[in-house]
């Protein structure tokens, strides 16, 4: 462990080697206090979100824990700002992405839903109707459409993450989410041609 009063004497680059050598938490301790405000600033010009960016710090010292050994750096500040950069951008991809996913999911419910479900029922809020009817027609589907549904669509997980958290091939989890959409749609049908006939005798 190396002595804290003489960490403080240590050049940015110099800690980085004592790190590699040691792997003490303390060295990056004394980055950390020397450029906290750095990395929040960087992150609040790309994410524009104080929390956000407050996190993105701790997310960013946590990482150099494993970077620091898998690169050689020259130049600590700039370098470090790279990082900081790029890891922004992939936050800001990533909801991007998200909110992509979210308008499709929206789109191929409401392409689903549409078929017979604007039922007027004494008041009652159609748009809830119809996500209860998902969630019935959800779980009619067998496991692996059922799992590959809910976390494409509800917990917005890319593909990727989905092939790593079931084990799944990629190509069977787009025939899972493909066959589940036509499964749901074969059975929001089916559910809703009964309503109709039930609203028709009474």
Known sequence: MVIPSIIKTLTDEQIIEKYKQSSDKNLVGELYKRYTRFVFLVAMKYLKNEERS?????????KLFVDFHKHQIENFKPWLHTVTRNY?????????????????????????????????????????????????????????????????????????????????????????????????KIKIISMTT???LVIYFI
């Open 54 to 62: 407050q996190d993105t710090v701790m997310q960013i010292f946590e």
């Open 88 to 184: 922004c951008l992939l936050l800001l991809r990533k909801d991007q992405s998200q909110s992509k996913k979210e308008k499709n999911f929206q789109l191929e419910s409401d392409s689903i839903m549409e078929i017979g479900l604007d039922l007027h029922l004494d008041g009652v809020d159609d748009k809830e109707k119809h996500l209860e009817c998902l969630k019935e027609a959800i779980e009619t589907l067998n496991e692996e459409q059922k799992k590959c549904i809910e976390m494409f669509y509800i917990e917005e997980k890319s593909y990727k993450e989905i092939v790593e958290e079931t084990g799944f091939s990629e190509k069977k989890v787009k025939s899972y989410i493909q066959n589940g959409k036509r499964n749901l």
């Open 194 to 196: 009964f309503v109709l």
